[in-house]
């Protein structure tokens, strides 16, 4: 029997302010590989389930699996798994400094002290994507907001997660930065055929382009899944 990289059973998650049940007994595989996106109308619970399963926010109740094996939440075991299962925000965050200062960032944390930053690699990887050769050295302040994303999402599969989530990575950017951003994610994961990602979206021209599998939520369920007719298009 295949093991899931990252499952879920009766995963749960409450609103702080109020406690009502924003998450309602979720079960769900994610499976080495698989491309899914998730549709959803607003305040579904899209962004409150990758959150929850990235352990960015805890679960009220339920159980996390990664490779079958259920994640404790001690400040050890969550660190851990944050480092596994790697969370893409909407809006981009960068430090002060370069294009390099922000990619090299990683680097300075604990779990990554025994990788190296590879120029060579993510240089490669801003030519494919038709940057300038001085690309690493730009300010970030200057970048464009398609620009910023695309940093911040290297900085991040730089890293080959096994796990990667993402939430709405492209609902700010227009249609060339998007498309770039579909291509540098569809790079990994090529690149790293066992690796699985999970794209929300409300594009749903989007959700059938990166996802050779649809979740649908709604109010706090995921209520139904079905395959995509046009996944890999670009």
Not at 146 to 168: F, S, Y
């Amino acid at each position: 029997m295949i093991t899931p990289v990252l499952s879920g059973d009766g995963v749960c998650q409450r609103a702080h302010d109020d406690g009502r049940m924003l998450l309602k007994d979720i079960d769900f595989q994610l499976m080495a590989g698989a491309r899914v996106a998730i549709s959803g109308a607003s305040g579904a619970g899209k962004s409150v389930f990758l959150r929850t399963i990235s352990l960015l926010n805890l679960p009220a109740a339920g159980t996390l699996y990664r490779h079958g094996k259920p994640v404790h939440l001690s400040s050890s075991c969550i660190a851990q798994h944050r480092s596994q299962i790697a969370y893409v925000r909407q809006q981009a965050v960068l430090i002060p400094g370069t294009v390099r200062d922000n990619l090299m960032l990683p680097f300075t944390l604990y779990h990554y002290r025994h990788v190296k930053f590879q120029p060579d690699y993510v240089q490669q990887i801003f030519q494919d994507l038709g940057k300038e050769e001085d690309f690493l050295e730009r300010d970030a302040t200057d970048l464009s907001g398609g620009e910023a994303q695309l940093v911040c999402l290297l900085r991040i599969v730089q890293l080959n997660p096994p796990v990667l989530l993402l939430d709405e990575p492209t609902a700010s950017l227009d249609e060339g930065s998007a498309r770039a951003v579909q291509r540098l994610v569809n790079q990994w994961q090529q690149a790293n055929p066992e690796a699985a990602y999970i794209w929300i979206s409300h594009s749903e021209q989007q959700v059938m382009e990166v996802g050779d599998e649809i979740w649908y939520l709604d109010a706090g369920r995921i209520t139904h899944t079905r395959k995509s007719s046009q996944a890999g298009m670009q």
